[in-house]
């Protein structure tokens, strides 16, 4: 029995050895051939995804060669954390200038509209949404990066099969956040096909993260269905209780993000994959949080952003991605509920105690 035990606990170890060396080795496979590691540029990355990015990013490859920008102020926190410096990506120069100075290897694009705030305002929309990534373009292809720019789900329209949505079908948005996000894929593919550029994208569905608010997206109420119950205020929902659509949490998202950056070429039988974690409508978050908040009321009063989701997909189809290069999700709904109470509820305490 104790022998059992021994081997037992030998295999798990050297199980975990092994993964342990796998992790380390994809980490290091990217590496110049002197031992540096890359250093990345993050383009808009003081919005939802760009922070927790950089931390990634900062803790696999140093915190020096992850280089944040946007044109936003930055807080005193994201100065403390590492090099952060402003980028208009309609300024090619300052670009150009950005990625010669921090010898800039991988670039990974977030500048963006999103899509509520993109109908908002459309011509700002499609500058900095495909005026930018012109630019992004031309400086990777100058510079030899490699390039990464999320698309969405918000990529596909009304004639798109929506239950499920596969990698490769009709895309016709009608957005202009979906169609600056085909035009992203589109061009860069042609950059890869034609110029030999190393571009990489996935297209994501809603993120849902507890520290930074969403920047003015469809799905932003299922982040804001868990701020409304911690705080006990009512939920209004923009959706009808029954539309559903594609979503996962943002460590999911990230980890996603990396492991396609990361991903041997000769894996890669498409540059542009769909990735998700689960679907759920309002109705079946609310349920989900009141296993926590017993007490939240609801209300759904649909508006613009209805018409949005009526056109996106229900189901995502991400089977490709987890064929070609081994994409697992870790949060289902639940599990995400877990976590985003866990952290929602820190941070209150951490407010209280400083008094904020
Ligand atoms: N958050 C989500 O649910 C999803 C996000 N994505 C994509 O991921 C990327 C990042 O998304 P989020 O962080 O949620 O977006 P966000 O809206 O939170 O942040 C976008 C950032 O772009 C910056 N920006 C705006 N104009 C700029 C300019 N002229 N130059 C430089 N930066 C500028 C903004 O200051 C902002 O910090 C976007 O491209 C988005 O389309 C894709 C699918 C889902
Ligand atoms: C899914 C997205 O691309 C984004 N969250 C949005 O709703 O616009």
Known sequence: MARLAWVTSRARHSWLTSQAQQCWLNTRRHYHPNGDPPRILITGSLGQLGTGLAKLLRGKYGTQNVIMSDIVKPTKDIVNSGPYVFADILDFKCLQEIVVTYRIDWLVHFSALLSAIGEQNVPLAIRVNIEGLHNVMELSKQYNLRVFVPSTIGAFGPDSPRNPTPNLTIQRPRTIYGVSKVHAELLGEYYHHRFGLDFR????????????????????????????????????????????????????????????????????????????????????????????????????????????????????????????????????????????????????????????
Request: hydrophobic letters at 35%; glycine letters at 4%.
């Open 201 to 356: 994208c996935l297209r994501f569905p809603g993120v849902i993260s507890a520290d930074t608010m969403p920047g003015g997206g469809t799905t932003d109420y299922a982040v804001q269905v868990f701020h409304d119950a911690i705080e006990g205020r009512e939920f209004e929902c923009y959706l009808r209780p029954t539309t559903r659509l594609p979503m996962m949490y943002i460590d999911d998202c990230l980890r996603s993000l990396w492991e396609m950056l990361v991903a041997p070429e000769e894996k890669l039988k498409r540059r542009t994959y769909n990735v998700t974690a689960m679907s759920f409508s309002p109705e079946e978050i609310v349920s989900a949080v009141r296993k926590h908040f017993p007490d939240l009321k609801a209300t759904y009063k649909p508006d613009s952003r209805q018409n949005i989701a009526d056109t996106w997909p229900e189901i995502f189809d991400d089977n490709e991605a987890r064929w070609d290069w081994g994409w697992q999700h870790h949060y289902d709904l639940e599990a995400m509920c877990e976590i985003m109470f866990t952290l929602l509820q820190q941070q209150q305490q951490m407010e209280s105690v400083s008094g904020r």
